[in-house]
T-cell receptor
Framework: KAGVTQTPRYLIKTRGQQVTLSCSPI?????VSWYQQTPGQGLQFLFEYFSETQRNKGNFPGRFSGRQFSNSRSEMNVSTLELGDSALYLC????????????FGPGTRLTVL | SQQGEEDPQALSIQEGENATMNCSYKTSINNLQWYRQNSGRGLVHLIL?????REKHSGRLRVTLDTSKKSSSLLITASRAADTASYFC?????????????FGKGTKLSVKP
């Protein structure tokens, strides 16, 4: 079974731009969660999608949004980028959500200049 | 907010020695999970222990859970250089987490050959 894939792996943007990150979960997994990882704040939960619906949301501003498609692939979008958005963005998939083992992708390293 | 706090923040040992990492958390949990992250990459699930379990083994890993003290420990026996990574505990609180995992800030383990 193929693992979780994330594209792109690296991204450099400037302040004010927007960015879209993509995540393809393991086949058969319906839950996709997104996390932001920074040296200062550690791993922070952004949101979770299950069967195309946002089921849970963390404490991030509205500039962070996401969606999930019928094939369970998910995208997250960050608008009006700020320097503090520089981070490793990780997505994780599982059969039914956070109570179970989550399978993480390699992450997208976003640098905002 | 962080639910789990790992201790120590960093640990350096020689190959062959045992490594013990601790995790404390704040609220009642459904389960606690341990993950490993190699430098700048995605997380790998190691082990899940449910709130009604006290100890679990997987290969060279041993996890204990003390719900009365709200703490867990991860023991890696006979460590290898390949065990060098950051280790995170993640909890699934019973209430208030909105169903997502909450990660601690991790223990950085360095195993010297």
């Amino acid at each position: 079974k193929a693992g979780v894939t994330q594209t792109p792996r690296y991204l450099i943007k400037t302040r004010g731009q927007q960015v879209t990150l993509s995540c393809s979960p393991i086949s058969g997994h319906r839950s996709v969660s997104w996390y932001q990882q920074t040296p200062g704040q550690g791993l922070q939960f952004l949101f979770e999608y299950f069967s195309e619906t946002q089921r849970n949301k963390g404490n991030f501003p509205g500039r962070f949004s996401g969606r999930q498609f019928s094939n369970s692939r998910s995208e997250m979008n960050v608008s009006t980028l700020e320097l503090g958005d520089s981070a490793l963005y990780l997505c994780a998939s599982s059969h039914s959500g956070g109570a179970n083992e989550q399978f993480f992708g390699p992450g997208t390293r976003l640098t905002v200049l | 907010s962080q639910q789990g706090e790992e201790d120590p923040q960093a640990l350096s040992i020689q190959e062959g020695e045992n490594a013990t990492m601790n995790c404390s958390y704040k609220t009642s949990i459904n389960n606690l999970q341990w993950y490993r992250q190699n430098s700048g990459r995605g997380l790998v699930h190691l082990i899940l222990i449910r709130s009604n379990e006290r100890e679990k083994h997987s290969g060279r890993l041993r996890v204990t859970l003390d719900t009365s003290k709200k703490s867990s420990s991860l023991l890696i026996t006979a460590s290898r250089a390949a065990d060098t990574a950051s280790y995170f505990c993640a909890t699934m609180p019973r209430l208030g987490s909105q169903g997502n995992l909450i990660f601690g800030k991790g223990t950085k383990l360095s195993v010297k050959p």
